[in-house]
């Protein structure tokens, strides 16, 4: 059997279905639909075999043994509901699959809000309401097609609305998320109504007005019309104010992760870069041609081995000059130097003198530079109190 011509005759056939076939046809278009808005885990082929029973349990059917034929269906007429379930809105490449499904959905939810009404009505409805969210749609993409069984039978019409009803809740999620995919793929904000109000029947058949009444009638809704169009801009102008600054904000939140993500890992390099420095130094201090100094150091605190102390202390400032680091006598050692009481930050000093104005010291250790930038300054030992 070929795919493209399956219809739900073939399904009604293959099952074996004799009786109440109108019914069974809305439980099962009910049934596949919903079906792809079900959040359990699974792909839609194991949504639909696991919750078949419970849910069409009362027609006796063995799924597990007609499934091809019901697999071979759904390609062919719910194929957009498995793409949907299987790999996400967004995998639907074709748009008039998109409209498929919110035409659908639309047109259940609408039947659930409204008694006895006909197909031409329900069109009519969803094209206007179509055109007041700026959906230029054409009127063939209005495809009803599949819910022709609702209205060929006005005795079952209300047995198949009250299973309708009886899964609203999914039906309007199911609707929900079709809008909300629509308005990603336009860009819009889109409301859709249910219930339909038809106006001119009522005032035909309940109001007598006058030629002038009527006349200011008219006059009131164009101004109204002119109104809700003024402000339908205003919307859309708002809107797409909104969605600047949102796209602005994602932009900007990117860039703060990516910045955030970059002083991490400058914060990690100068990390590994200390302690590679830190090992570098141990290492050429402790190099052969260095002298081994901190072994030579070690033993002579251990009174293990005699060492040549001039002999590691002149290895040791050598190690440091090659690192950059090197003792500087701006001033020379042994220098008398005063002390002011703002200058004192430039020595370091033997003890705490901020409170004393003028004093005296000598200089007995050298500046400290790392290549030419003074790290540590002169130190003077302070005379006297």
């Not at 792909?43 to 043994?65: A, C, Q, R, T, V």
């Not at 993500?261 to 201090?285: F, P, R, W």
Request: proline fraction near 1%; charge should be neutral; glycine fraction near 4%.
């Amino acid at each position: 059997m070929n795919n493209i011509t399956i219809g739900i005759r073939d399904v009604i056939r293959e099952f074996d279905i004799t009786k109440n076939k109108i019914e069974f046809t809305n439980d099962l278009n009910i049934f596949l639909n919903i079906s792809a808005f079900n959040e359990s885990r699974g792909e839609y082929y194991d949504i639909i075999k696991s919750n078949f029973n419970d849910y069409m349990g009362k027609w006796e059917i063995d799924i597990n043994n007609k499934f091809l034929i019901l697999s071979k269906y759904i390609k062919c007429r719910k194929l957009p509901y498995k793409i949907a379930k299987d790999e996400g809105f967004e995998m639907i490449k074709s748009e008039k699959f998109i409209i498929s499904m919110l035409v659908e959905l639309y047109a259940m939810n609408i039947i659930m809000d409204n008694e006895n009404i006909s197909k031409q009505e329900i069109s009519k409805f969803i094209q206007s309401e179509l055109e007041l969210n700026d959906l230029k749609i054409p009127a063939k993409d209005i495809i009803l097609n599949d819910l022709d069984y609702y209205f060929k039978d006005k005795k079952l019409m209300s047995l198949c609305r009250e299973n309708i009803i009886k899964n609203g809740k999914a039906l309007k999620n199911a609707l929900e998320k079709t809008v909300k995919e629509f308005e990603r793929r336009k860009k819009i904000k889109i409301n859709l109504e249910t219930k339909i109000i038809n106006n001119e029947i009522e005032n035909k058949e309940n109001v007598i007005i006058s030629e002038g009444h009527n006349e200011l009638i008219i006059k009131e809704n164009l101004k109204l019309k002119q109104e809700i169009e003024k402000l339908k801009k205003e919307i859309d102008i708002t809107n797409n104010i909104i969605n600047e600054h949102m796209d602005k904000e994602i932009h900007l939140q990117n860039e703060i992760s990516k910045l955030q993500k970059d002083n991490i890992d400058l914060l990690n390099h100068g990390k590994s870069q200390y302690e590679k420095a830190l090992v570098d130094l141990v290492k050429n201090m402790n190099d052969d041609t260095n002298g081994n100094l901190l072994d030579r150091l070690y033993c002579y605190c251990k009174g293990d081995k005699e060492q040549n102390l001039m002999f590691i202390a002149t290895n040791f400032f050598n190690v440091f000059r090659q690192m950059g680091i090197s003792p500087r006598e701006t001033i020379k050692l042994g220098s008398s130097v005063s002390i002011e009481e703002y200058s004192f930050y430039n020595y370091r000093l033997n003890k705490d003198i901020s409170d004393i104005k003028l004093c005296e010291g000598k200089v007995i250790y050298p500046s400290w530079f790392y290549n030419s930038t003074e790290i540590l300054k002169p130190y003077v030992n302070v005379k006297g109190e």
